[in-house]
């Protein structure tokens, strides 16, 4: 961390947004002239030609790059600043003239973690002054502010909290909650200007709606992934790797991948194919197929276990069952009908070698999976979530565990409520659980779940009994 020299460092993110940059450093310059704060700029693009204009123009004004996204970006500009205060400021969001007089009060106020300005929207439009009030009774019942009432924090707390999560959106929410968590938050009544387009472009009232939905449905545990591809109206952009491209994740810590198939002859072969060289062991659970499966998994390398009774939850524990035979491997579950992309096993595997993680899952955000998969899985996350006051944001079956903590759990789920039996228990056993965001991509063939309406409600009405039985049966397994 740089050496502290000034009061406020004002770190701005931007994402060719040029003009509104532009006007805006235009309005800081005689403030950064008397050595009174620092402006730092984090640009999301280095291909921004226009950038380097800015860079002539404005000579007081550190600027850095990072990956797109506000997070990132803000992560990125606090890394370099030096102020006992951090002000995240958007690039369309104007500061009052008693800004620095707030900070100051701050500063003078040891209780005082962080706060946010009030809300105001540079228009005269009627609409405004109503949206304006809306926020302030946000503010003052909830002590939710939103990052375009330019955020500040104390440098070592915001440090002390790892910074903003690298989130799609709702990074500001997130922040301000752990923030509420370690101290008092301070609301004053001086405004900053906040630009008018996005209500003028979208509508009011729709604008104002939309931000209203996305903000009830994360709190209910929707994920900020699958809010973002709501919100930008895209689908998850899925990269094809080059089919050239191998991976290797061979280190110390055996790694054996479990694979239950049921009639996916089409997909298996390429599936196993595409897993990372490193890999210690590859085990297919034949669930009873009917095609050719088993000849095509052989041919491909795997080695196969034969599972008759049906079921997913037999399947993975015949799995495991047979991957005793490496000792205390890093256990990787992985569908058989090529939806995931395996070389990104790796981002699962990382955490749990580093020590960080004892369970890691894979977070699919909306990945354009049907909406009523979206809707089951997301009533199920929630569910758990405040049944058992954990954070989870998915229920994904491309998961990584250590053998040692699997057996801890001791499974029995035999249906498709494995999973949800998995975490809840990893929650109980007070298991280090990160979650990793990993890409889908359409299945081959239909899926024997979200494929049709019919299939979601039957695994559905399973996922919710295996809640309900685990939330009935906890005090036998925590006392």
Not at 212 to 224: D, E, H, K, N, Q
Not at 340 to 350: G, K, Q, R
């Amino acid at each position: 961390m740089p050496e502290i020299s000034v009061l406020v460092s004002i770190v701005i993110p931007v994402l060719r947004d040029t003009t509104q940059l532009s006007e805006l450093l235009a309005t800081l310059q005689s403030e950064a002239a008397l050595d009174s704060c620092e402006v730092v700029v984090a640009n999301g693009d280095a291909a921004d030609d226009s950038i380097g204009q800015l860079r002539d123009l404005y000579p007081f004004v550190q600027w850095v790059t990072s990956e797109s996204g506000r997070g990132q970006q803000m992560n990125a500009g606090a890394a370099v600043a030096s102020g006992r205060w951090l002000l995240f400021l958007h690039a369309d969001v104007r500061l009052d003239q008693r800004w620095k007089t707030i900070l100051q009060e701050a500063d003078a106020r040891s209780v005082v973690v962080g706060g946010a300005f009030a809300f105001s929207i540079a228009s005269s439009h009627w609409a405004a002054r109503v949206i304006e009030k809306g926020v302030s009774v946000r503010v003052r019942w909830f002590k939710l502010p939103y990052g375009d009432q330019a955020f500040f924090v104390r440098r070592d707390v915001f440090d002390r909290l790892g910074g903003y999560a690298t989130l799609p959106l709702m990074e500001d929410v997130d922040l301000v909650r752990r923030l509420s968590a370690v101290g008092e938050l301070w609301f004053p009544g001086v405004p900053v200007y906040v630009s008018a387009r996005r209500w003028e472009k979208d509508g009011w009232w729709r604008r104002t709606t939309s931000n209203l939905c996305l903000a009830v449905l994360y709190f209910l545990g929707v994920s900020p992934r699958r809010l973002a591809s709501w919100y930008y109206g895209t689908a998850a952009v899925v990269v094809q790797p080059s089919p050239a491209t191998r991976y290797d994740i061979k280190g110390n810590t055996p790694v054996v991948v479990v694979m239950p198939a049921l009639n996916e002859e089409k997909a298996i072969g390429q599936v196993i194919a595409d897993i990372p060289d490193g890999i210690d062991e590859v085990i297919v659970v034949d669930n009873g197929s009917t095609d050719g499966t088993v000849k095509r998994a052989q041919a491909a390398g795997a080695t196969v276990v034969t599972e008759q009774v049906r079921g997913y939850g037999n399947a993975c524990l015949s799995g495991l069952r047979r991957a005793t035979a490496v000792g205390d491997a890093i256990i990787v579950f992985l569908d058989a009908d090529r939806s995931d992309f395996p070389h990104e096993m790796a981002t699962l595997i990382e955490p749990i070698r580093e020590g960080r993680a004892d369970f890691v899952l894979g977070d699919r955000g909306a990945s354009g999976r049907p909406w009523h998969a979206r809707f089951g899985t997301d009533l199920c996350v929630y569910l758990i979530n405040q049944l058992w006051g954990t954070a989870y944001l998915d229920l994904g079956p491309f998961r990584a565990i250590r053998r040692s903590a699997v057996d801890q759990l001791r499974m029995k789920d035999r249906t498709w409520g494995w999973t949800i039996e998995m975490q809840i228990k990893a929650a109980e056993a007070g298991l280090v659980i990160c979650e990793v965001p990993v890409r889908q991509r359409p299945r081959v063939g239909q899926s024997k779940i979200s494929g049709t309406v019919t299939g979601t409600v039957k695994a559905g009405s399973r996922m919710l009994y295996t809640i309900w039985c685990l939330w009935r049966s906890r005090h036998k397994r925590v006392s």
